[in-house]
């Protein structure tokens, strides 16, 4: 191997955090590996196609953990999202008996804790007035 050779594989090979000096090269997979695809593809897909679907694949969940990184981000910069106060409008609207500072403080505590509107949403509409005022203090 020449040193040209020795430098584009070191690019494409990735250490993962944790396995030390373990390294996985992305381009050429092991003998066995290889073994092991060759043996169980009865199709006989090309290994051309197949990796592109692989790298579109991994494209594809790169994009969505993306967007969601996106999204916790913006929650945690205090960017709300219409969608979201759509729902807890909804929600709130759905509890029965609540005066208006009742139904303000709900709609404040549903929008700041997601993990309870969601524990409102899932309670049947005879239980979401004192689940609401148990927790709200009243």
Do not use: C
């Amino acid at each position: 191997m020449d040193a040209d050779e020795a430098m584009s594989r070191e690019t494409n090979e990735v250490e993962f955090m944790g396995l030390g000096a373990t390294a996985i090269d992305l381009e050429e997979p092991s003998s066995n590996t290889k073994g092991k695809r060759q043996g169980s593809t009865s199709s006989g897909t090309h290994p051309h196609k197949r990796k592109m679907g692989e790298k579109e694949g991994i494209a594809a969940s790169l994009d969505k953990m993306a967007n969601s990184f996106n999204r916790m981000v913006e929650k945690m910069d205090g960017k709300v999202d219409d969608e979201d106060i759509q729902e807890v409008l909804r929600e709130t609207s759905l509890i029965p008996d609540l005066n208006r500072q009742q139904w303000a403080k709900a709609i404040k505590w549903l929008a700041d804790d997601p993990k309870q509107l969601a524990i409102v949403k899932a309670l049947p509409i005879h239980q979401k007035t004192n689940y609401v005022l148990t927790h709200l203090g009243e």
